[in-house]
């Protein structure tokens, strides 16, 4: 009831999602934010411009955020199989390359070496999605047979499988030498059409949605030029949103109730009534949904790449991203994708403020200096140099800190970033209490 | 909840005289789908709209014909409160019979009491429990009932007794006879008098067997115009109106909570919310945040206590805030009270600190945040806790009546409350000290038309010239307020002749957090002497703190450490009272006091006979 966000007159209100305005508000803003980002340009204000996160709209950040929305959905899928239903994989990987592979087949160039159909995004698309659901349906009984380490042996063994597989069948994965192309991030209405929408090159704000130019232009400068890159970001971000609604929306249902039953109980849920077999059925299902979509964006947004991208370190990026963002959540995993991949560019970042101090010297470079080798002679932690140098490289000592942190957070807050949200919002809930 | 926000004024009869019953008509035809109670059922607050509940109403009424309740025959009622209980209520005023209600704790010889003495033809017990008490006696022990409607089924479906009925079977009896004789619950309705009895209310009787006060559809409309709609009453100034949203939560067969609730609901649309339990009170006041509270001392005690404890548990970081807002809550509360509950330029602006600081979050958390109106009564309360509320912006205000004049007599209003009297007389009434022994006495039309069927007992209460005798002395204050000082019957004269009003030296005993009950004797002897009883939760978080190892409450309140304690909360108390007035020596109570023990009556009122009886030994120990 508005003003009484404990009083609930039914089941409706009390699990809805953004129960408060306050929520509501708050939900909407981010979202404009992100739609904000890429648009160079930002809101304008009297006579000044005013764009939040502008810094972002560089085109490697935006790289970087819509690997963040790809990974973000895969994720999603995983926390559902994993989080949710309490089922061990590490096949996620191997559904992923199921999808990407139907989006090749589907969506590819016609003729030439490898199988491709040419179909549009909306048909490619969704049956990267199906297909891997299928797969997932396939796998599904094994997990009735087996469960915790188990599981994770067999679903780690389809990623083997499944790279083999991905090497062999040239005619669609163009092999290990030189992979293939993959469909493009655009929108056509059949085969061979100019496309009617595309995410894939620099142009002016396309047309079908210049309304919202003439709606919002007094307010916001939409610029001329939207960068592929942009472009891309945008229609990941969007979705992103659908799939975390879907995600959102699942855990309400009946049978995102049954998937936590399930992960809490196997045999308390079955006395309950929630059949064990159809459940984990189901939960490999939408979960390979879920891990084939992305794997199709992810392809489609690399364009080129060779099957052993599949393996397990990508099954195991997954299963750290919801760790670290909080096994079980939504918001979790998103934290969790947006960590895995900002933090690494972050800590580049830095290292190159180092170096950079080192070498303007002053009060600070005798500091960074200790952090930082500068030339082959100078013994530090990291290094920017090229080739070889004494200390770590970037991505050395990002692996480092990697792994520290997936150690640290399962002994400390196993339940991720999430679970450190949490807790800082209880504290301010609870005020002026503690309990 | 709609068009009807702005009206505040009670709606207008067409035919028949205005009752309870007639009034939930007017609303169901006003604003139909409107809310008028909330119950919670499986985690959702479930809502009865006005319709719905008017609906209810008739059936129960033709269920109550069909089986033979006819103009003056009693209804009783033991349950807990729940939507049943005002349907159940409402009905038998529509028509014309007379209910009455049992406390969910009264045990068998009292229920077996009341039910004889109100001649109760059809008695509705809520569950298992309420029904065993009728049922485990000889069927002779209840000579006149006919019929025992349960509405929680579980336990009791077994039962073959053939008095026993089903809530729904009830409602399905209605709906067939209304079919049959549509309208004869509106024929009756419109035949109502204003001298119709609705209404039993048996008093608590702490010193003999309870009477029933008889309460009639006057008194009712006397009370909803007087309470209810009182000018001045609200922190906005606005009355009452279906906006409002009440907790149901005390028994219902109070006069204070049917004039809270029920009558409420009837005479200004607001929205009863009934409580889960006593147990859930807390949780479901956070739930609920009402706009209109009224508690019994006891709660506002009980609340202060939690609200005290709980900020001193919390981590560093909030306990240094808690400090500061206490004492900035301290402050207002001060000035507000010196300033007839306004606030000063000083404690605005401390407010305004203070209730972004933690005010607002400890309300919210307490479930006042919303509160316009928060009342108290039944009892006297310590103006500590007053001044604390109003310090965190919860104006409480006391307000003071009783059973027999249904509860119309004096009230606080706002801007105009002196903490420590129970207000002015409300607007209009006859009210007036008693020249020699200072008892209040009230005349008008809320008095209650007797005691159900003890007329010498009712010429008992009343003066020669018709005044009712409440049995309550009271002095003026300021020539305004008055302020209570005992019950006439309680006030103590000791062997050296001094008159001692025993409850303003309990009350100041009970302003501790610690102590949950004290009784002060000495009638015809030498001094004064007390027996304490410790408030349980507090005392053992106190012992926690201080490393005392305790089992039950009686070892608890037998330690030293605790005896100690007592000690200086006594010896505090006797500061503020001269040498005759003070405590020389206590005892502690060994056990938690209880209802069914019959140590208290069903308000949670020291029965202070039983107790001496009861506690013979200590009470000599006293003396020795």
Known sequence: MRGRPHLYVSYESEQSLLPTWTQRVIVVLFLFLMVLIPLNGGIEIGERVFQPLGFLSDNSWLKILSRVAIFGIGALGLNILTGLAGQVSLGHAFFMGIGAYTAAVLGG???????????????????????????????????????????????????????????????????????????ELEFRWWQSEEPALAFNSDGPIWAPFNW????????????????EEAKTYLILLVLLVVFVVLAKNLQRTRIGRAFMALRDRDIAAEVMGVPDAKTKFEAFAISSFYAGVAGALLVAFIGRTIPEQFNLLLSVQFVAIILIGGAGTVAGTLMGSVFVFVFPRLVQDFSVWLTETVEAGGVLSSVADFFVSTSLDDPGLVSTLEGVSPGLNVSQLNLVIYGLLIVGFLIFEPLGLYGIWLRIRNYWKGWPFTY | MTATVDRVDGPSTPSGVATVASRVREWAERDPDATAMREKDFGIWQEHSWSRLWDDIITAGH???????????????????????????????????????????????????????????????????????????????????????????????????????FWDDFMELGRRHRAENDGAVEALMAEATDEDIIT??????????????????????????????????????????????????????????????????????????????????????????????????????????????????????????????????????????????????????????????????????????????????????????????????????ELYGMTENAAVATLNHHGRVKVGTVGEPYADIGLRLDDETGEIQTKHEGVFAGYWQLPEKTADTFTDDGWLMTGDVGVWVDGTHIKIVDRIKHIIITSG??????????????????????????????????????????????????????????????????????QGLVDETNEKFARAEQIKKFRMIPKELDHEDGELTATQKVKRNAMEEMFADLVEDLYR
């Open chain 2, 200 to 397: 039993l209310v048996y008093t608590s009787g702490t010193t003999g067997p309870p009477k029933g006060a008889m309460l009639n559809n006057r008194n009712a409309k006397f009370a909803i115009d007087k309470i209810v709609m009182a000018e001045g009453r609200t922190r906005d100034g606005k009355n009452p109106h279906p906006n409002d949203q009440v907790l149901t939560y005390l028994p219902l067969c109070h006069v204070a909570e049917r004039i809270f609730s029920t009558w409420h609901m009837v005479g200004a649309g607001v929205t009863l919310n009934f409580a889960e339990s006593i147990e859930t009170v807390q949780i479901n006041l956070r739930e609920v945040q009402p706009t209109l509270f009224f508690a019994v001392p006891r709660i506002w005690e009980k609340i202060h206590a939690t609200v005290l404890i709980k900020l001193n548990d919390a981590t560093p970081l909030k306990r240094l805030f808690n400090v500061v807002g206490m004492k900035l809550a301290g402050f207002i509360g001060r000035d507000r009270v010196a300033n007839n509950g306004n606030f000063t330029w000083k404690s605005r602006l401390a407010y305004a600190v203070g209730n972004p600081l933690m005010f607002r979050a400890l309300k919210e958390r307490v479930g006042l945040r919303r509160c316009r109106w928060a009342g108290t009564g039944a009892a006297a309360i310590a103006p500590e806790v007053l001044e604390f509320f109003m310090g965190i912006g919860v104006d409480v205000y």
């Open chain 2, 63 to 165: 269920a109550l014909l069909a089986l033979g309740v006819g103009v003056g025959d009693v209804v009783s009622i033991h349950s807990e409160d729940r939507p049943e209980w005002v349907v159940l209520d409402l009905a038998t005023v529509a028509i014309r019979g007379i209910n009455t209600g049992l406390y969910p704790t009264n045990p068998v010889a009292e229920v077996k009491y009341l039910l004889n003495d109100s001649g109760a033809k059809v008695h509705f017990a809520e569950d298992q429990e309420q029904v065993d008490k009728v049922l485990d006696a000889p069927r002779g022990d209840f000579p006149k009932v006919e019929k025992i409607i349960y509405v929680e089924p579980r336990g009791v479906r077994t039962y073959t007794d053939d008095r026993l009925m």
């Open chain 1, 212 to 227: 919202l130019d003439w709606l919002l232009g007094p307010w916001i400068n939409f610029p001329a030029d939207v960068s």
């Open chain 2, 497 to 566: 002749g001094k008159n001692v009003s025993p409850s303003e030296i309990e009350n100041s005993l009970k302003t501790s957090p610690y102590i949950k009950e004290a009784m002060v004797i000495g009638e015809g002897r030498k001094y004064l002497g007390a027996l304490v009883g410790i408030e349980f939760d507090t005392v053992g978080n106190w012992a926690l703190r201080n490393n005392i190892p305790y089992t039950t409450y009686r070892d608890l309140s037998e330690k030293p450490e605790v005896i100690e304690l007592v």
């Open chain 1, 109 to 183: 160039e016609v003729g030439k070496a490898h199988w491709g159909l040419g179909l549009p995004i909306w048909i490619w698309l969704p049956a990267a999605g199906l297909v891997a659901a299928l797969v997932g349906m396939l796998v599904a009984p094994t997990a009735v047979r087996v469960r915790g380490l188990y599981l994770a042996i067999v679903t780690l063994g389809l990623v083997f499988i499944g790279e083999y597989l991905f090497r062999n069948l040239v005619s669609i994965t163009g092999g290990s030498q030189s992979g293939r192309k993959f469909p």
